[in-house]
Every structure is written in C-alpha cells, then in structure tokens.
C-alpha cells in the first residue's frame, strides 16, 4: 500500500490508490470509481486535511496553460499549479499576485481552499483573489461556479476544504507585474510592540518574529520600489545555524532560551530588492509544526505577549519564534477572517520536539482572545466550535450535502467537523 506524508511528517496516510492523472478524462474516471477521495498538493497542511485511506490525487501533471484575459486583470490558472510555478508564469506575462504569503510551494487550489494569507493591514487572503472555478464534481462532471453563476457553490468553493469537488482551474484576479523593497532588522521587543501599529499603517507590508526566550525581535518590511537590478538570492548560512540550534535544543532543552538570545544576536541588517515573487517567499528547510490564530486586530499583541509570558513563566522549550502579521476582513463564510481586520499569530515548534501540549495550552490563550484558527494548520475546534464561530457553517454544510450527497471527498478530520 502506497504512503503519504505531510511537509512535516506529522500527517500520515496510505491511500488505497495515488492517481496522477495527466487529463481531464483521467481523472474524472478516478474520480468516478473512487468511494473516498482527497487531493493533495505541496502537502503543507499540518491539519489532517489530505489524509485518506482512499483515493489521494496529485494534480500537479494535469494538463492546463495559464490564459491572461483581454483586459490583464484576471488569468485563469491551473489549479494544480504551485504558487511558486504561476508567478514566474505570471511575471513572464508581466503581472503578479496581488500578495503572497512567505511559503511559495503550496498548490494554487490549496492555497485558496485552506485561506493561505500573506501580511499586510490592508491585504486579503489569497482565498479572495478566486472569481471563478472550473470544477470536477463527485459524479466527474465539470461544471463553473462565480458570483451570479452557480453562486452558492462559489460561495462555498472560494474556502472549501476541498469538500465539494477537485478544482481545475480558478480565475483569479492580476496586478502589473511590480517590485519590492525588503528590509529585515533586529529590534528590541518592547518597541517592536509600542511601535508595530504605526509601522504596519506605514508600509504595506509590515510583520515581525520573535523567540519567546529573547528580548530582541526581527522585523521585516516590504514596500513597493523601483528595480536596481542586480537580484539577491536570501542566504543560506542563517538556515543552517538555526537547524544547528533546534537540534541542540531538542538534545537539551534547557538550553533553548540561551541558544535562542545567541541566535537573534547574530542576525544583521540586510535588504535588498526584486521582482515580488522573488522577494515574497523565504527558505523553509527546518521542519517545523504550526498553529496560526487569527484575533480581532485590537486584541492580537495583548494575545501574543500573554503567551510569550507564559513561556518564560513555564521556561517551556520553544524553539521556533512566533510570528506576527496583520490581514485584512473578507465576507468568505468558512474565513476566519469574516469577522474584521485580523492579527494573524503563528506558533511553532521544531517537528522533532513535542508540540501537542504546548499548542493546546497556547490555544486556549487565543481562543480567550477572540481568535480562530487557520484551517490548515494545528488546531483542536469541535463541531460545536465550529458553529459558534461560524455562523455559515451550516449553509456550508448543506451546500456539501447537495453536491456530495455521499461523502465522496470527506474523510475523518473532515467529518467530525462537516458531515
């Protein structure tokens, strides 16, 4: 039996069948046969979300070309296509996303369906840039879906979970093709917190990391700019040390606060400016687990030094640092962005080092705070959780059951949440 795993190890499957289909026809002959199928992409969900003791499908050789409208605003773009090969595509055509989050390996169609976001105040998640969707339905028929055309599907399809069919395509809205200026700096914590509202509403990009452990944070800014030619590709030494660092804190964690408050000191000023999507993603080789809330944005550094605190108080061994970023309100049912504008708070740890416990009791301080959970990465919701944040989850449901009345693309994690 075939097996899968997750980005980080932790989501392990073994499908009855991997299917790589290279056309339509192939596909919606296993999509047909299959009872249960799922669709993975870059697998870098750490949420269950692909997980599947039946029919897991790649898209990533299905046929498709990217087509510019007439007009250059909207492409439509294969769906299996990562994110990394559509903006080089885009940019050949001289257009661009609108934002990208720091990871460029994900899945255009799973990006959108888990609410994948960059940062800035008054940037939407990617889930937003959807107008319209070709798609494959349980009975392998294909039908489209926008705003006025099939409108509660599309409703339901702009953040699906992949619950209501496989995406082959989704029209999505362009820019012009621009650069971006990107600066990283170290700067003490208490005037990263004093100061981050005036710089976020400044820049439109602002975000920072911080190690629970240190006093120093690492801010970065990205903001449109002319071209300077001349393109730096980010290094690879700091990498390497902070894998170096997380091996020896999961070996003794008692040293992790200090291999921490010795690894912010090393980092230096840098910058540096390139086409976006060259300047949007960074290296990610240190596996990693994740949780993500997003909080109402008056709430989210209050939540984010309330955890750091109980880190310290704790001297719990954390080796990764959080990440701070804000997000802009969208009216997507399933979005945890639906409420308002959101600070978006990412925890993590390194995947050889437990992480359980740690992000259950971390949790309960964001969701005291008001926040919910991005889709794709860790989180213990309920069904009845789910309800009580979102008020469209039954609409959402019900929409699921007509167009897949027999739980073709649910599986456990799903179903506890959506059948």
């Not at 984010?304 to 802009?328: C, H, M, Q, Y």
Request: hydrophobic share 40%.
């Amino acid at each position: 039996m075939p097996e899968w795993r997750n980005w980080s190890g932790s989501v392990v499957a073994q499908p009855a069948e991997i299917a790589k289909p290279k056309t339509e026809a192939e596909l919606a002959a296993a999509v047909r046969r299959a009872p249960r199928l799922r669709v993975a992409g870059s697998g870098h969900s750490f949420t269950p979300l692909c997980e599947t003791g039946g029919t897991l499908v790649s898209l990533a050789e299905l046929e498709g070309t990217l087509q510019v409208a007439p007009d250059r605003r909207t492409a439509w773009a294969p769906a299996g296509w990562s994110l990394d090969r559509l903006t080089r595509a885009l940019w050949d055509e001289g257009l661009c996303l609108p934002n990208q989050g720091d990871i460029n390996n994900q899945a255009l169609a799973g990006a959108l369906a888990t609410g994948t976001h960059g940062t800035g105040g008054e940037l939407k998640s990617l889930s937003n840039i959807a107008r319209r969707f070709r798609l494959m339905l349980a009975d392998g028929s294909v039908v489209t879906c926008g705003e006025g055309e099939r409108d509660e599907l599309f409703q339901a399809q702009r953040l699906s979970l992949g619950l209501f069919g496989v995406a082959l395509a989704v029209e999505i809205e362009v820019t012009p093709a621009y650069f971006l200026e990107e600066r990283i700096e170290r700067r003490p914590m208490e005037e990263v917190l004093e100061g981050f509202v005036g710089w976020a509403g400044e820049r439109r990009h602002a975000e920072f990391w911080i190690f629970p452990h240190s006093d120093t944070a690492i801010v970065k800014f990205l903001h449109p700019a002319e071209d300077e030619g001349g393109f730096k590709e980010p290094g690879q030494v700091d990498e390497t040390v902070f894998r170096l660092c997380c091996e020896l804190s999961a070996a003794a964690p008692k040293f992790t606060a200090t291999l921490q408050k010795l690894l912010v000191r090393g980092s230096g000023r840098t910058r540096r400016v390139g086409p976006a999507h060259r300047i949007f993603p960074s290296d990610r080789t240190v596996p990693f687990e994740e949780m993500e809330y997003e909080l109402p944005r008056e709430a989210g550094l209050a939540a984010l030094s309330e955890a750091i605190g109980w880190i310290r108080k704790n001297d719990l061994p954390v080796t990764f640092p959080f990440e701070f970023r804000w997000t802009a309100a969208d009216d997507i049912w399933m979005s945890p962005f639906n409420r308002g504008d959101c600070a978006s708070v990412s925890m993590h740890q390194f995947a050889r080092m437990p992480w359980q416990d740690l992000f259950r009791e971390g949790e309960a301080i964001f969701r005291a705070a008001g926040g919910r959970p991005h889709w794709g990465k860790r989180h213990n919701l309920t069904r009845d959780e789910v309800d009580l944040l979102y008020p469209a989850a039954e609409r959402f449901r019900q929409v699921r059951r007509d167009h897949d009345p027999e739980g073709k693309f649910l599986n456990p994690h799903l179903s506890e949440l959506f059948s």
